[in-house]
């Protein structure tokens, strides 16, 4: 995004949370960042096809996911440093590398160096199995550093698992994380994170796993409009059935921000969401409103524009920027005397 800030000249906010983006700047600017996301947007979700599988393959030995791992690390940082007009994400749980890069021959490049890693190694492991017990359904090789889980009793290598939680923290997309065991789909508890995990990726965790909840609840649930606010309320069920087209107040315990769960603006009590919106995006509507039948009555002052009502006496008025006006035709003047002048030789004194 930093690139088309700097080529349209705006600025780009992302909201991690409540997954939208919104753009500053002129008009124009802000249509070109907009088409230039779109297109962005476009290539990375084609590239989200390109994928490399690590098992099921003729001829790939059923450790090749742990291989490529050691090589290049759990992150696949070593690949993503060799090839850096791509990036590369390593599923743990189905043993796929997905490439973001709309590009057919980084997919091949990447095939090859994962044919290589599976020649390379120790030919005796395409025939190598391990026992149902020992055998971890992750890396699918002998358990090292071995982890049971509490719920089903299951056991895999420790890392296998970090890097199964961390990976879901990454995507977002794998929540609630279940045990990998073929034909398991019992959650990881509590316990089990808390054992596997430091107290910061814990809390890294259930952030992911929060705003996984919420991208899934089909806009049931919103995060409060505070930034950084991780607390998140109910959207009204039935606009329809509110009374005077309001919403709901949420009270937010976090930052004591009081939210309307019907248009998600500021709570505002005793007015339509939809007047509301309008005084929202043009903050003079109500001042607008007011001035409709008063046109004799409320002036601006041509030198500060300040919105004055003369509610009686005679057409001098003083306004609070210190110009002496002529209500009549509205002759600005730097003194009283100069007003009063200007009252008796062109205008009927009243």
């Known amino acids: 995004m930093r690139s088309i ?4 000249q705006t ?25 230039k996301l779109i297109h962005s947007l476009m290539n990375y979700h084609e590239s989200k096809q390109l994928k490399v599988h690590l098992k099921g393959e003729e001829g790939q030995p059923p450790d090749l996911m742990k291989k490529v791992v050691d090589k290049f690390g759990p992150d696949l940082k070593g690949l993503n440093e060799k090839f850096r007009e791509a990036e590369f994400v390593l599923d ?3 043993h796929v590398i997905s490439i973001s890069g709309n590009s057919l021959e980084m997919k091949g490049r990447v095939e090859e160096i994962v044919r290589e890693i599976a020649s390379n190694g120790d030919q005796s492991s ?6 149902s017990e020992r055998c971890c359904p992750i890396c699918l090789c002998e358990v090292e550093n071995g982890y049971r889980l509490e719920g089903c009793s299951h056991l895999f290598c420790q890392s296998c698992l970090v890097e199964q939680l ?3 923290m990454r995507n977002m997309d794998s929540f609630p994380v279940c045990c990998a065991r073929e034909g398991c789909e019992m ?26 909840f919420v991208a899934s609840s089909g806009g049931i649930y919103r995060f409060c409009p505070s930034p950084d606010c991780p607390s998140i309320y109910r959207v009204v069920a039935d606009p329809a059935e509110t009374v005077s087209g309001a919403g709901e107040p949420f009270m937010c315990e976090v930052c004591f921000a009081e939210t309307c769960t019907r248009c998600h603006l500021e709570y505002h009590p005793e007015v339509s969401c939809e007047k509301y919106k309008e005084y929202k995006e043009d903050p003079d ?4 409103e007011w001035r409709k039948g008063k046109e004799e009555d409320v002036k601006n002052c041509p030198v500060c524009f300040y919105t004055i009502e003369k509610v009686d006496g005679c057409n001098h008025v003083e306004c609070r920027c210190g110009r ?12 009283s005397q100069d007003c009063y002048a200007h009252l008796q030789s062109n205008h009927i004194v009243m």
Do not use: M
């Open 5 to 8: 800030q700097q080529e349209t």
């Open 11 to 35: 600025y780009i906010l992302f909201d991690r949370r409540n997954f939208n983006v919104r753009v500053f700047g002129s008009p124009r600017d802000i249509a070109a960042a907009e088409r």
């Open 92 to 94: 743990t749980r189905h």
């Open 126 to 131: 395409t025939d190598h199995t391990c026992s």
């Open 166 to 168: 961390e990976s879901a």
């Open 187 to 212: 959650p990881i508890l509590l316990t089990d994170l808390r054992s596997l995990l430091s107290t910061e990726k814990l809390e890294d965790l259930f952030r992911a796993y929060l705003r996984s």
């Open 285 to 288: 509507l109500s001042l607008k």
């Open 324 to 335: 002496h006006v002529c209500w009549a035709c509205l002759e600005h003047f730097s003194c």
